[in-house]
């Protein structure tokens, strides 16, 4: 198992295995039994953004754990075949080569062939341009995630205000001679604000490692184009002066 899918699975795991916990302690005399539905139903209305956000966090973290896969972003197929079938003087078969991979250092390799040829400066602008383009599509999705980590929370924490506005409002009108009435009342709307972090706490570790997951891509994919690239020409000119040589001492003895 990969680190990637480590971090997924604990911060997964974690969310559903706290969700008893917060039953339990809602509902003590249940004897362990979830009785989640009960549960929801007691939490009110904000209970039903709540779930939609934690289905969403669950969703973009699939989505996100299997779509930054390292084949997907630095294949080492495609640094195998770039090194093994490279050259310099037929750049359009690398550009296949690269056409043929879907990866995002393929990509961004690509963005640096095309302007092969020019100044070393503009192959490593047109790299960085690349990688700044395939950062933004990794990052895809991770704002709703992030959305989803900060918002959370403050939807159970409005939930636990209604709540306790309810619980007061029924102390006015019944008196304080019950106690067991309104710590009731109190744990009921304390219900949003647990399931609100429940869900919020493990997007926030979710958004922070993706994030810093694509930062490391992204540096790793412009230091490997702009080397490849480096290395290749610096072949290329190798290769040039050595089969010039012969030319220049034929002519010497003409």
């Given at each position: 198992?990969?680190?990637?899918?480590?971090?997924?699975?604990?911060?997964?795991?974690?969310?559903?295995?706290?969700?008893?916990?917060?039953?339990?302690?809602?509902?003590?005399?249940?004897?362990?039994?979830?009785?989640?539905?009960?549960?929801?139903?007691?939490?009110?209305?904000?209970?039903?953004?709540?779930?939609?956000?934690?289905?969403?966090?669950?969703?973009?973290?699939?989505?996100?754990?299997?779509?930054?896969?390292?084949?997907?972003?630095?294949?080492?197929?495609?640094?195998?075949?770039?090194?093994s079938q490279?050259?310099?003087?037929?750049?359009?078969?690398?550009?296949?080569?690269?056409?043929?991979?879907?990866?995002?250092?393929?990509?961004?390799?690509?963005?640096?062939?095309?302007?092969?040829?020019?100044?070393?400066?503009?192959?490593?602008?047109?790299?960085?341009?690349?990688?700044?383009?395939?950062?933004?599509?990794?990052?895809?999705?991770?704002?709703?995630?992030?959305?989803?980590?900060?918002?959370?929370?403050?939807?159970?924490?409005?939930?636990?205000?209604?709540?306790?506005?309810?619980?007061?409002?029924?102390?006015?009108?019944?008196?304080?001679?019950?106690?067991?009435?309104?710590?009731?009342?109190?744990?009921?709307?304390?219900?949003?604000?647990?399931?609100?972090?429940?869900?919020?706490?493990?997007?926030?570790?979710?958004?922070?490692?993706?994030?810093?997951?694509?930062?490391?891509?992204?540096?790793?994919m412009e230091?490997?184009a702009i080397?490849?690239?480096?290395?290749?020409?610096?072949?290329?000119?190798?290769?040039?002066?050595?089969?010039?040589?012969?030319?220049?001492?034929?002519?010497?003895?003409?």
């Amino acid at each position: 198992m990969s680190r990637a899918q480590k971090i997924c699975s604990l911060s997964i795991g974690g969310f559903f295995l706290a969700i008893p916990s917060v039953a339990l302690a809602a509902d003590p005399s249940s004897g362990g039994n979830w009785q989640l539905l009960s549960l929801f139903e007691k939490g009110g209305a904000m209970m039903y953004p709540i779930l939609f956000s934690s289905i969403l966090m669950l969703g973009i973290a699939i989505e996100r754990g299997y779509n930054l896969r390292r084949k997907n972003i630095i294949n080492s197929d495609f640094l195998r075949d770039v090194r093994s079938q490279w050259d310099w003087q037929n750049i359009q078969k690398t550009l296949r080569l690269c056409n043929s991979y879907d990866n995002s250092l393929s990509r961004i390799l690509k963005m640096g062939l095309l302007r092969f040829g020019g100044k070393l400066d503009e192959i490593e602008r047109a790299i960085e341009a690349g990688g700044q383009h395939e950062a933004s599509l990794m990052n895809s999705n991770l704002r709703v995630l992030g959305a989803v980590a900060n918002i959370t929370p403050m939807m159970g924490l409005l939930g636990t205000v209604i709540g306790m506005i309810k619980a007061f409002n029924v102390i006015s009108l019944s008196g304080t001679g019950n106690p067991g009435l309104v710590a009731s009342g109190i744990s009921e709307a304390l219900i949003t604000t647990a399931a609100g972090m429940l869900v919020g706490i493990p997007a926030l570790v979710l958004y922070h490692y993706f994030r810093g997951k694509i930062d490391r891509y992204v540096f790793e994919m412009e230091e490997v184009a702009i080397q490849l690239v480096e290395e290749l020409s610096y072949d290329g000119v190798v290769k040039e002066k050595s089969s010039g040589k012969p030319k220049k001492a034929a002519s010497a003895s003409k």
